[in-house]
């Protein structure tokens, strides 16, 4: 427990520095990436009783080491805040082609890729149901568990139709940010929540729920890039509680989904939300106590995982099989999530934890800043939203560098392309 405690002290302290520094912007990526730590640490703390934890020191200093090089590497540039000096920004990227053709075009895509996805996920689902009067729920737990063990892998052309269905959920609400900023939108507003509902129920019959909360993160940072770039000032109290307010709602959707789903040891909305945030937390301590960390053989195999993977699947078999175990303590499952730092120290050790988080800090500073200050390509702004959950889930597992540096980035930022040259064409650039 003193270890939390004075992990939490110090983490409060990272953060109410960097925000001073960043002129008290809540939604900067360094701001973020401490809250959701502050946010982790204390639902580990309401678990420590549950769980019966015992929190140990290696686990206590990989963490203020990660944390403290993340600062640094947030900070040490000219801190990023909004220049008041510059005129409202460009925010009209892009028009439609032709509004009748692309807004029937859209749907008929969408339905048809839809149909196709939703059907083939049905389709698993009945294939791992334990019997025939097998409720949904616990034939999506079937479903995951044997798509996390390897039994299951779906088809080349359905993991596209699932990577392009989340690639128009990303633009869709970007759209919808735009709307209530700019009060205008490029498609129809009814379109988007289209493409949304179906992207949605189609990840849900995959039995997941994290590419939700990547979209839903994404359309709040929108939001606030948007409200910058409009007003050159950052969002008021008032419009962060409101934001905040409705985060606590969706945060509770999330844990509901958890216990329609009936995961294990899901069994109330509000513990499944602590477990969700405390799982990386948990998942670290535990390795750092048993010395369980994943024994690197290729050079940078857990952090540079996608790359590897690539190699491995298109290029040449290296027997690639790298895996996050399942732990439980005390009869309780603390599942396969150690926290982004996790995989930095299995491969480099305390170099790792301090070298990879610097430069984590640093380019997303610089992203940000761009993406503020500059007149840039909307492509730029909608990456940013794609790639931001990888610092504000850092707390909860590696989902940047090994995660984001593989073969499906370069799929989706084909279908970006795709998407924004068939249906719509640059307005104007400054």
Partial sequence: MEILICLSIITIVFFIVNIYICKFDMWSPSSLFYIFWIISIFSTIYLLDIYKLKINLLFGLIVIVGLFSFFLGANCRKSVRINRQVETLNNDFLEIRNKYFVNIFIIVLISILGYVAISYNFSQLGLVAINEISESSEAMNNYRLAYLDGEIESPFYIRQINRFLVIMAYF?????ARKIIFKKNI??????????????????????R????????????????FYIRKNRKVISVKRNIIIFIMGIVLLLFFGLMGVMMERPGQEEPFMVVCRYFATG?????????????????????????????????YIVNINYDYYQDFNFYNGYSLGNTYTGLYKYYSDFGFWGISILPFILGWIFSNFYNNIIN??????????FGYFVKGIVLFSYDELMISTQISFGLISDIIYIFFIKTCFFKEKYNK
């Fill in 187 to 208: 498609i129809n507003i009814f379109i988007n929540i289209l493409i949304i509902l179906i992207s949605f129920i189609n990840i849900i019959l995959q039995a997941s």
């Fill in 281 to 313: 937390i948990m998942g670290l301590n535990y390795a750092s106590g048993t010395e369980q960390f994943y024994p690197t053989v290729l050079f940078g195999e857990a952090t540079f995982g996608g790359i590897w993977r690539c190699i491995n699947d």
């Fill in 374 to 383: 500059k007149n840039v390509n909307f492509i730029e702004i909608l990456l």
């Fill in 172 to 176: 869709s609400v970007f759209d919808l």
């Fill in 210 to 225: 994290t590419q939700i909360v990547y979209i839903l993160i994404a359309f709040f940072i929108y939001i606030n890039v």
